[in-house]
């Protein structure tokens, strides 16, 4: 009997997908068009609880003192679980939506608005959310939202990102961010440079030093970094250059071997050079994703459920970071992948921001529209699933 409520429930929820599938792709078209960057996302926001609100979802507005935050909830018919489905939104700078979020975005809202438009109230017990975090590109938005208690209460979490390939289970790397500041004396440059102390010169030493420590780092940690400020003028003697790195590894405790030997480069380019360096990490660690192999399988069921094909893991590529990891160590949570172009196209990438609009996009977010939304049911009608994923949780180390 549950069973067949269940069935019914997912078929009306499916259809109601395909039905909502133009206007979903109109929004995901019009984020992509209006890239805005973190904590700044206050169009895509706009249209997203717009439609939700439309389609009979209770939205909030700004949840966890974030202003581009949302909390959409499709109640049940009793109390019981919550579930999150979670959206994200923002954009690279310069290069737009090269990471595809507007994808994320329509399909983390269509899977609520389907839910609440073929349903109205859930023939369950328990809950769906949809929220909405702000920020993932560079500023930890959904650690912001649990610090606020805006995760509190939600029994399970699960979002899709776009990429090319699908796969319903995929490592994300910690991450720690660094700002490096090396600090010297400005002098002429030509008149009388032996009087001056070249900050420059720490900050190319340093580069210098990450490159040769590479060599001797496990091959799936990453160190990378950019030059903030590189000096004023060719004719002054930089007094001040500035630099951001993020420290990336499998695991935390790696990333906090990576921050120590940072540290020691940093020193030695300071004292190579005579200036003075401050390395100040960001308080806010990303974590790597912590797996949950009985929340991917029903998400890979209703993948098969639908007829989306999931694809092998090719190995071409290493692995990107999520705040959502953070989210995963806190309760079960799933961040699968979702084919929205060919193969071997790179994120962050110009050519992956045209991908993110193309029919291959609209394919990949009406499918993880569905999935979601799916996998959401089968969690508050099926107890027992959601219990499994929680003693999963409460087994293992992420
Ligand atoms: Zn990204
Ligand atoms: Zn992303």
């Known amino acids: 009997m549950a069973a067949d409520a269940l069935d019914q429930a997912?078929?009306?929820?499916?259809?109601?997908?395909?039905?909502?599938?133009?206007?979903?792709?109109?929004?995901?078209?019009?984020i992509h068009a209006t890239p805005e960057l973190c904590f700044h996302e206050e169009q895509a926001a706009g249209w997203l609880t717009m439609f939700l609100e439309k389609h009979g979802a209770r939205v909030e507005r700004g949840v966890g003192g974030l202003p581009t935050a949302f909390r959409a909830t499709v109640e049940g018919q009793a109390a019981g679980p919550t579930i999150a489905i979670m959206a994200e939104y923002d954009a690279l700078p310069n290069i737009g939506h090269a990471c595809g979020h507007n994808v994320i975005a329509t399909a983390g809202t269509g899977a609520g608005a389907a839910i609440a438009a073929a349903l109205?109230?859930?023939?369950?017990?328990?809950?769906?959310q949809v929220i909405g975090t702000p920020a993932e590109e560079g500023g930890a938005g959904k650690v912001r939202l649990m610090e606020a208690g805006v995760f509190k209460g939600v029994d399970a979490a699960m979002m899709i990102h776009g990429r090319c390939g699908t796969q319903v289970w995929r490592p994300?790397?910690?991450i720690i961010k660094v700002k490096c500041e090396f600090f010297g004396r400005a002098s002429h440059a030509s008149s009388w440079p032996w009087s001056g102390v070249n900050a420059l010169?720490?900050?190319?030493?340093?580069?210098?030093?990450?490159?040769?420590m590479r060599q001797q780092l496990r091959p799936d940690a990453r160190v990378h970094g950019i030059i903030t400020m590189g000096g004023d003028q060719a004719n002054i003697i930089p007094e001040h250059t500035a630099s951001e790195f993020y420290l990336r590894a499998p695991t935390k405790d790696y990333c906090k071997e990576l921050l120590r030997r940072f540290e020691?480069?940093?020193?030695?380019?300071?004292?190579?050079?005579?200036?003075?360096?401050?390395?100040t990490s960001d308080p806010i660690i990303h974590d790597p994703l912590k797996a949950n192999f009985t929340m991917a399988e029903l998400f890979g069921k209703n993948l098969e459920r639908i007829d989306f094909p999931v694809d092998p893991d090719d190995g071409e590529a290493g692995y990107g970071s999520t705040d959502c990891g953070n989210v995963s160590q806190a309760l079960p949570t799933i961040h699968p992948y979702i084919r929205i172009s060919p193969d071997g196209i790179p994120g962050h990438s110009r050519e992956f921001a045209e991908w993110a609009k193309s029919p291959l996009a609209?394919?990949?977010?009406?499918?993880?529209?569905?999935?979601?939304?799916?996998?959401?049911?089968?969690?508050?009608?099926r107890p027992e699933e959601l219990q499994r994923a929680k003693d999963e949780f409460a087994r293992t180390r992420g």
């Not at 078929?11 to 078209?29: G, P, Q």
């Not at 609209?362 to 009608?381: F, N, P, W």
């Open 264 to 279: 020691a480069c940093a020193q030695g380019a300071a004292t190579a050079t005579g200036c003075r360096t401050v390395v």
């Open 120 to 128: 109205g109230t859930l023939p369950f017990a328990g809950r769906i």
């Open 362 to 381: 609209r394919a990949g977010m009406v499918a993880g529209a569905k999935a979601l939304a799916l996998t959401a049911l089968d969690l508050v009608a």
């Open 10 to 30: 997912k078929t009306k929820v499916t259809e109601a997908v395909d039905r909502l599938a133009d206007d979903l792709e109109a929004i995901s078209h019009q």
């Open 172 to 174: 994300t790397l910690g």
């Open 201 to 212: 010169n720490a900050m190319i030493q340093l580069f210098v030093s990450l490159d040769q």
